[in-house]
């Protein structure tokens, strides 16, 4: 049997309670908008949410961002060049393929291999938490379609 609305609704409600947070229709209408795997920009945010919330303003879905990653429901991660996007998968220390072309952005494991740039050569005195690695090159479909230009 699949959840009802109203099961995701409590269940939402109940991830934001347990993080410390009020239960709003803002945070709960953000937090909805996301789909496992994807990166979403507050705008594409913004829009997901104007369908049930129209009047909520852009500031507050960056508000309401701002405080979903400061809890930890939400991962920030800032590609260069591009906009800040959040995530939902989060405790882990997973790393991004960003293509160069569309901008489509991938989850990847943990980098395996050499170490190397995941072990600075000196710390500064910093205990490091996590590395964040950004592969950075054309997906599949931005590959093929510069093989036929």
């Known amino acids: ?17 347990g993080a ?3 239960v709003t229709e803002s945070r709960l209408a953000v937090f909805g908008a996301f789909h496992p795997g994807e990166h979403l ?4 945010v913004h829009t997901r949410v104007a369908v049930s919330l129209p009047t909520t303003s852009r ?4 508000g309401v961002l701002g405080a979903l990653a400061e809890t930890g429901l939400l991962r920030k991660i ?19 393929l960003v293509c160069t072309g ?9 980098v395996v291999g050499e170490a190397a740039c995941l072990t600075p ?3 500064h005195g910093f205990r ?21 230009s």
């Open 41 to 44: 920009d507050a705008d594409e």
């Open 128 to 148: 490091i938490a996590v590395a964040e690695v950004t592969f950075w090159g054309l997906c599949p479909e931005c590959s093929a379609s510069a093989a036929l």
């Open 78 to 96: 800032e590609p260069a060049g591009s906009p800040a996007l959040y995530e939902t998968r989060v405790g882990d220390n997973h790393h991004h």
């Open 102 to 110: 569309c901008s489509t952005v991938f989850d990847v494991g943990c």
């Open 59 to 62: 500031q507050a879905v960056y």
């Open 1 to 17: 049997m699949s959840p009802t609305a109203a099961d995701e609704r409590e269940a939402a409600a109940a991830v934001l309670r």
């Open 20 to 22: 410390g947070l009020k």
């Open 121 to 123: 050569s000196e710390t």
